[in-house]
């Protein structure tokens, strides 16, 4: 079975450019989740999709980022424009259903690292 | 709120030496508890979890307890490998619906 599937890997951008990553679920899972991971913190959950709907976008910063996730498979997320402090390690997850099953597993793509300078 | 707090890096050892990484969470209710691992260039790959007080997970030699009592859910591995080397996540979740909550994470080094 494929894995989390993202792109770029690695992305090198200066302040003020705007920039997106790709996320590619493992195939029928239908909630998606991205999470930012500062270098030395723990990842951190920006949005929440089930299907292509949004659950819980309550830490994104919506004046620069924006997600979307057209016919519940694949998402994309952008910055716009990007902040020095944007850089990070952008994670993309996904799990199977995520409504009312509490063994789910959320499974992690590899990530997009992003260096603003 | 809900947080998790774990035990800074990093932890360099020997091989087959004994590890103890630990974990503490703040959380109103009873969440799920997870460790998960990121290995060298990896993502992030579930570890072990335990759902309820008193259950034990474990996976690949590592074993956790979940202690309602300490609200802690430490990490242990009686003998580690080099392979071991990685950055190791406690976490918590109340729901398969609900985001997962991490520490800060604990960077794991073992020499041969």
């Known amino acids: 079975e494929a894995g989390v599937a993202q792109s770029p890997r690695y992305k090198i951008i200066e302040k003020r450019q705007s920039v997106a990553f790709w996320c590619n679920p493992i195939?029928?899972?239908?909630?998606l989740y991205w999470y930012q991971q500062i270098l030395g913190q723990g990842p951190k959950l920006l949005i929440q999709?089930?299907?292509?709907?949004?659950?819980?976008d309550s830490q994104l910063p919506k004046d620069r980022f924006s997600a979307e996730r057209l016919k519940g498979v694949d998402s994309t997320l952008k910055i716009q424009p990007a902040k020095l402090e944007d850089s990070a390690v952008y994670l993309c997850a996904s799990s199977l259903v995520g409504q009312g099953r509490f063994e789910e597993t959320q499974y992690f793509g590899p990530g997009t690292r992003l260096l603003v300078l | 709120g809900n947080s998790v707090t774990q035990m800074e890096g990093p932890v360099t050892l020997s091989e087959e030496a004994f590890l103890t990484i630990n974990c503490t969470y703040t959380a109103t209710g009873y969440p799920s508890l997870f460790w998960y691992v990121q290995y060298p260039g990896e993502g992030l790959q579930l570890l072990l979890k335990a759902t309820k007080a008193d259950d034990k997970g474990s996976n690949k030699g590592f074993e956790a307890t979940y202690r309602k009592e300490t609200t802690s859910f430490h990490l242990e591995k009686g003998s580690v490998q080099v392979s071991d080397s990685a950055v190791y996540f406690c976490?918590?979740?109340?729901?398969?619906?609900?985001?997962?909550?991490f520490g800060s994470g604990t960077r794991l080094s073992i020499r041969p």
């Open positions: 999709f089930q299907n292509n709907g949004v659950v819980d």
């Open positions: 976490a918590l979740r109340y729901s398969s619906a609900s985001k997962i909550i």
């Open positions: 195939s029928g899972h239908a909630t």
